[in-house]
């Protein structure tokens, strides 16, 4: 099992750039699968970024490919989501999420990411 506590969101500018941060507790996180989700206001839950659980695989959505890049470091349990060239629109709650199987059955609580001027 493995807990995960997201930090790094807040208010940037359009344009502007942001890094979220995701550390998981346990000692099997080189096992785990790592995603970034958001759920925006009045709409639902989408993919942001994976990556594989060696780090050798990554994918994004086509909104944010080129913009946003995931990374992680398993010597330190964390997982991270660089953020650039921020539009209006990537303003949302941002979610780290874990997986083994084929499912991510493990969640942060979220950090809120606005973007505004």
């Known amino acids: 099992q493995v807990q995960l506590v997201e930090s790094g969101g807040g208010l940037v500018q359009p344009g502007g750039s942001l890094r979220l941060s995701c550390a998981a507790s346990?000692?099997?996180?080189?096992?785990?699968?790592m995603a970034w989700f958001r759920r925006a206001p009045g709409k639902d839950r989408e993919f942001v970024a994976f990556?594989?659980?060696?780090?050798?695989?990554?994918s994004y959505a086509d909104s944010v490919k080129g913009r946003f890049t995931i990374s992680r470091d398993n010597a330190k349990n964390t997982v991270a989501l660089q953020m650039n060239m921020l539009k209006t629109e990537d303003t949302a709650v941002y979610y780290c999420?874990?997986?083994?199987?084929?499912?991510?059955?493990?969640w942060g609580q979220g950090t809120q990411v606005t973007v505004s001027s």
């Open positions: 999420a874990a997986r083994t199987g084929n499912n991510f059955d493990y």
């Open positions: 346990g000692r099997t996180f080189n096992n785990y699968h």
């Open positions: 990556i594989s659980a060696s780090g050798g695989i990554t």
